[in-house]
């Protein structure tokens, strides 16, 4: 039998959090297929009608706090997936910087982009 291996530590905080924002994601994913398919459909999303669901502040913030997770959730599962495939040393932290340098610029961006649609700047 192949041996299991997992940079994740069963019970960790890494552990943890991938799985809370996993459900998080899974969550608000629902939400917005939801929203966008069922009680707003395709043909009827507009960029004015975008526009108005970003000055909603629950809706706001929502979609704010699903990039972040997005972004967390993302970066953490490729940089574990990359250090149980043996990356180690330098070149683990030279990664784990790049990882962490593009989720911060993402959720920056994302978020102008969100204050922008909402009206806030």
Not at 12 to 39: E, K, S
Request: glycine fraction near 8%; aromatic fraction near 14%; charge should be positive.
């Amino acid at each position: 039998m192949a041996e299991r291996y997992s940079s994740f530590t069963p019970g960790g905080t890494g552990w943890f959090l991938q799985r809370i924002t996993a459900a998080f994601l899974v969550v608000v994913l629902a939400f917005h297929f939801f929203l966008l398919h069922f009680v707003n459909h395709a043909y009827e999303v507009t960029f004015l009608a975008t526009q108005a669901r970003m000055e909603n502040v629950g809706y706001f913030l929502t979609m704010v706090l699903f990039l972040i997770t997005a972004a967390f959730h993302g970066v953490n599962g490729v940089y574990n997936a990359l250090v149980n495939q043996g990356l180690q040393g330098t070149q683990k932290k030279v990664v784990l910087a790049v990882l962490v340098v593009a989720a911060l610029a993402l959720v920056a961006q994302g978020t102008y982009v969100a204050l922008a649609m909402a009206g806030m700047i």
